[in-house]
């Protein structure tokens, strides 16, 4: 037995006065919340500094610069023109007609010529000559053409192309800009939204005004189809048997250290191992992304059963227990307790596994999903995997990789839309696991 | 020898190196309540576990000897434990409701089993369950509420109800009223008492008093060895090991 009073305090201290030890253990918490705000805050300020410069560089990528003419082409100047030998000179002269009657009853007074409006906006006349071969029922109507200028023009509207720095080409001329600058005024040359971006292919490497996004957007689109329906099955299927089911021995053990290991082996392994197996080896179809897919759900997977696996490992072993004791089979606990509790990490680490690949662009290359095969877009479903496409980031990376400044923007400007499909991505895995998560 | 619906042989349980239950031997008989007593740590949970296979799901766990259930060895590799569980139901030391409402708590069982053939019957089982588990009044009004909800000895009760809903023919309870009022463990009592009727109980219990009121055998357990096992009354009023005594009167343990 102690004596009880020796344990007594010797002297009385009011707990308003903090003593030594406490005022030190409350400056090291005061300290260390101090560093948490300054690494957030750091992180915050990368953050805004690279949204800025992302927006910055990329939003004109948006913007398109357009000549707006009405133009009514008559069926004698239709066939006048169709029985000459130079026909889109034919049909040129017809537009630089009405340009000139345009510009007129607007009085506009600048001199200009053919070469001058070529390199304005391009050949015309093959544009309009194709339209009303497509269009016959137009041909004695007024129909208003919407003709993009050459990125020269739009390159002096967004301030890479400057009044005194220029220099005098087959491209483009100093006096070009006066032409330019009247148009505008007289609200004949406008800006709009340029569609054509989002919803284009890629283009030639001395056109990037006519640049889009949208078919290599399609490729990733059918590629991160088959990574979804590849790696979620695949994935969850095997962590629910390593995790519930198999008996834990060296080969077990073995696998698991191996599955660890995959999640950190560099994306383009897995691109060679693509290359090897899918295209060389299986003889797929180079650059389809059926090939692409299937090269990212090989990455995917790891993230995918290592998520699953710790959302499984987080379930408490007392509602498997419960299942158990009521004569409930081994694969009924999991599927009706298990599995539900473990949903929200199992979609989380999905979701997670998915933005990587859809973000992914190394492996890519090698099988040969470049930006520059997204030329068209795909007829059909089977088309959509099997036809050769690029991707988003691959895309991106082609366009930054020319020597035009005029793919800078549109690389830029494919970086924001591919941020947008990342952030719907998250978002859509937020409202999920929300949906899952039952709070009891 | 078939006359004993729990009959155990020689029973070895071993957690890797660790001894856990040291050639115990047991008959239990039907429709009485068997409790089981001992220190904290001597292996009544662990021989609980062994009777309905739930040692299975512990990786390092090891069973020898026989344990006879109506006489069928139930280690035999032709018994499918899943079987086994919904003939010997078990409510757990620590309350674990499923996380779903308090209705699906008690009807999974039920519903997995094939014992009701349409809601109504259903809603039967859920109610008369609830009834003998003494929770009915408590949750009545809020049977889609979540089970996870409940105090713990609520949680402990519905616990108890989902166990009795898939009609076992022995229930095991490992100490089913540590975390139940007075109030509560009367009514749970009286629920072993009545389950007697029809059933064979085992209990697992800290309450010297709770073991004299409810069992009629009791087993003493004592660092994995079963050291005296016989009628209750005689445990308690004239037992022959002296460390029985000496935990009855609360000088081990
Ligand atoms: N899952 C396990 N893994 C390893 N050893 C275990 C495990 N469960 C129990 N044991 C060991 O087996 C022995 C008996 O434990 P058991 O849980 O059966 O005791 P108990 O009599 O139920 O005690 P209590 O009254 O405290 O519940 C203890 O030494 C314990 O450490
Ligand atoms: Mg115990």
């Known amino acids: ?440 | 020898m078939t006359d004993y619906k729990i009959s155990a042989k020689g029973v070895q349980v071993y957690y890797g190196d660790n001894h856990a239950i040291k050639d115990v031997n047991v008959d239990i008989e039907d429709k009485t309540v068997t409790a089981f007593i001992g220190p904290s740590g001597c292996g009544k949970s662990t021989f609980l576990r062994t009777l309905n296979r739930m040692n299975d799901t512990i990786d390092i766990c090891r069973v020898e000897g026989d344990i006879l259930i109506d006489g069928e060895d139930i280690y035999d590799p032709a018994v499918d434990p899943v079987q086994l569980r919904a003939k010997v139901g078990m409510v757990f030391q620590k309350p674990n409701p499923f996380p779903k409402s308090i209705y699906d708590n008690v009807a999974y069982g039920p519903k997995i089993h094939g014992l009701a053939r349409n809601k109504a019957e259903l809603d039967e089982i859920v109610e008369k369950s609830l009834r003998k588990a003494a929770i009915w009044d408590e949750a009545k009004d809020r049977l889609n509420a979540p089970g996870t909800g409940l105090s713990g000895g609520q949680q402990q009760r519905l616990c108890i109800a989902r166990a009795i809903a898939t009609a076992p023919e022995v229930l095991l309870m490992d100490e089913p009223c540590s975390a139940l009022d007075p109030i509560a463990t009367a009514q749970v009592e009286e629920l072993i008492d009545e389950l007697r009727q029809s059933f064979s109980v085992v209990i697992v219990t800290h309450s010297m008093q709770q073991a004299a009121r409810v069992s009629q055998k009791t087993a003493f357990f004592h660092l994995g060895n079963l050291v005296e096992y016989g009628e209750t009354d005689k445990i308690f009023t004239n037992p022959e090991d002296s460390r029985t005594e000496s935990y009855i009167s609360g000088r081990i343990g």
Not at chain 1, 68 to 73: G, P
Not at chain 1, 102 to 113: A, C, F, I
Not at chain 1, 395 to 414: H, L, P, S
């Open chain 1, 1 to 440: 037995m102690t004596d009880l009073s020796s344990t007594e305090p010797a002297t009385h201290r009011s707990l308003k006065v903090a003593d030594a030890r406490t005022k030190k253990r409350n400056a090291a918490e005061k300290r260390f919340r101090a560093y948490g705000i300054v690494a957030i805050a750091i992180g915050g300020l990368f953050l805004l500094a690279l949204t800025y410069n992302i927006l910055k560089a990329g939003l004109p990528a948006f913007t398109q610069y357009v000549v707006e003419l009405e133009v009514t082409l008559t069926q004698d100047e239709f066939d006048a023109a169709e029985s000459q030998m130079l026909k889109t000179a034919a049909y040129t002269d017809i537009f630089i007609g009405n340009f000139e009657a345009n510009l007129e009853e607007r009085g506009v007074e600048v001199p200009y010529d053919g070469d001058a409006i070529e390199r304005l906006l391009g050949k015309v006349g093959g544009d309009i000559r194709s339209y009303y071969r497509e269009n016959l029922d137009d041909i004695g109507q007024p129909v208003t053409f919407q003709l993009q200028t050459s990125s020269r023009v739009e390159g002096y509207f967004k301030g890479r192309v400057n009044r005194d720095t220029i220099v005098d080409s087959r491209f483009l001329m100093g006096s070009d800009l006066d032409i330019v600058d009247a148009l505008r005024d007289a609200g004949v040359l406008t800006s709009r939204f340029n569609w054509a971006f989002v919803t284009g292919t890629d283009s030639g490497v001395d056109n990037p005004g006519g640049a889009g996004i949208g078919a290599s957007a399609i490729g990733s689109f059918f590629m991160m189809l088959v990574v979804l329906f590849l790696s979620l099955p695949i994935g969850v299927a095997a962590s629910i048997y390593l995790e519930e089911f198999a008996p834990k021995n060296r080969l077990t053990d073995l696998v698991e250290v191996n599955i660890s290991n995959l999640a950190a082996v560099p994306s383009i392994v897995f691109g060679i191992l693509g290359l090897s197996v899918f295209i060389q080896f299986a003889h797929l179809p180079q650059s389809a992304p059926l090939v692409g897919g299937l090269v990212l759900t090989l990455m995917t997977l790891p993230t995918i059963i290592i998520s699953t696996r710790a959302s499984l490992k987080s379930v408490p072993p007392s509602i498997r227990d419960a299942a158990l004791g009521i004569g409930a089979s081994k694969m009924q606990s999991v599927f009706h307790h298990v599995l539900p509790l473990a949903m929200p990490g199992i979609l989380t680490g999905t979701i997670i596994g998915l933005a990587q690949a859809l973000g992914e662009t190394a492996p890519l290359l090698l099988i040969g999903m470049v930006g520059f095969v997204a030329r068209e877009y795909p007829d059909g479903v089977v088309s959509g995997f099997m036809d050769p496409n690029s991707a988003m980031p691959a895309q991106i990376y082609t366009w930054a990789a020319r020597a035009d400044v005029g793919f800078y923007e549109k690389a830029w400007g494919g970086i924001i839309i591919l941020l947008i499909f990342l952030l719907l991505m998250n978002a859509l895995a937020i409202f999920l696991r929300k949906k899952f998560e039952r709070r009891w």
